[in-house]
């Protein structure tokens, strides 16, 4: 599937030709990625995930979903965990 690689000498990285991606959807990645095992999925999940920014932008800097987790606990303290808790949870 990856033959379309063809790199322009042997020491640059293969570029992808336009074809590849052309006939290639995000459906047909994603079918195909559901037939890896458990562990490569995980693996690919990973490295997709590592690709992206650290922080994605939010225009309120995360404030909305500051407030709204704020309120959920507001309406059940339980949701909640201690300090110390957390540590024990961590190993620590």
Do not use: C, H
């Amino acid at each position: 599937m990856l033959g379309a690689l063809k790199p322009k000498n042997w020491f640059e990285k293969p570029e992808p030709s336009g074809y590849f991606f052309a006939m290639v959807g995000l459906a047909e990645i994603e079918a195909q990625a559901m037939e890896l095992s458990d562990k490569q999925r995980a693996e690919l999940a990973a490295s997709l995930l590592g690709s992206l920014p650290a922080v994605l932008y939010e225009e309120d800097d995360g404030n909305a979903e500051a407030l709204r987790r704020d309120a959920e606990m507001e309406r059940d303290p339980s949701m909640g965990i201690t300090a110390q808790q957390l540590r024990e949870s961590l190993g620590r």
